[in-house]
C-alpha cells in the first residue's frame, strides 16, 4: 500500500506560479513512476506530467515549457513546479503512484488539492 498526500494548491493571478508537492508514504520502495492528473469541472482526468524512478519525463503539450515535474527519492516526495499559469490551469490535481510488487500492479492516488487561476 502507498498513501499520497498533496499540497500547494490554491488561487493564484494568470502568469503567477505555485509549486505542488506530494508526500509518499507506505510500500514506497515499490514505486516506479510517480505522476501528476488534473481533472476540470466537467472533463475527464488527465495526465499533466509523469516521471520514472530514473528521472524520465512525460508532460502534455499544454503544459511543456511551463511545468517542471521531479522527485526526491530519498524524501519519497513529488513536486510539480508551475509557472505561466493560464486560467485553463484551473482544476484539481492529483498525484499518482503506479507500483509493482509482482505480480501485482497497483495505482495509488492521492486526495487531490484545487488549483485556480484567476485572470
Known amino acids: 500500500q502507498v498513501q499520497l498526500v498533496e499540497s500547494g494548491g490554491g488561487l493564484v493571478q494568470a502568469g503567477g506560479s505555485l509549486r505542488l508537492s506530494c508526500a509518499a508514504s507506505g510500500s514506497v520502495f515499490s514505486i516506479n513512476v510517480m505522476g501528476w492528473y488534473r481533472q476540470a469541472p466537467g472533463k475527464q482526468r488527465e495526465l499533466v506530467a509523469s516521471?520514472?524512478?530514473?528521472?524520465?519525463?512525460i508532460y502534455a503539450d499544454s503544459v511543456k515549457g511551463r511545468f517542471s515535474i521531479s522527485r526526491d527519492n530519498a524524501a519519497n516526495t513529488l513536486y510539480l513546479q508551475m509557472n505561466s499559469l493560464k486560467p485553463e490551469d484551473t482544476a484539481v490535481y492529483y498525484c499518482?503512484?503506479?507500483?509493482?510488487?509482482?505480480?501485482?500492479?497497483?495505482?495509488?492516488w492521492g486526495q487531490g488539492t484545487q488549483v485556480t487561476v484567476s485572470s
Open positions: 516521471i520514472t524512478r530514473g528521472g524520465t519525463t
Open positions: 499518482n503512484a503506479v507500483s509493482l510488487i509482482v505480480p501485482t500492479v497497483l495505482n495509488s
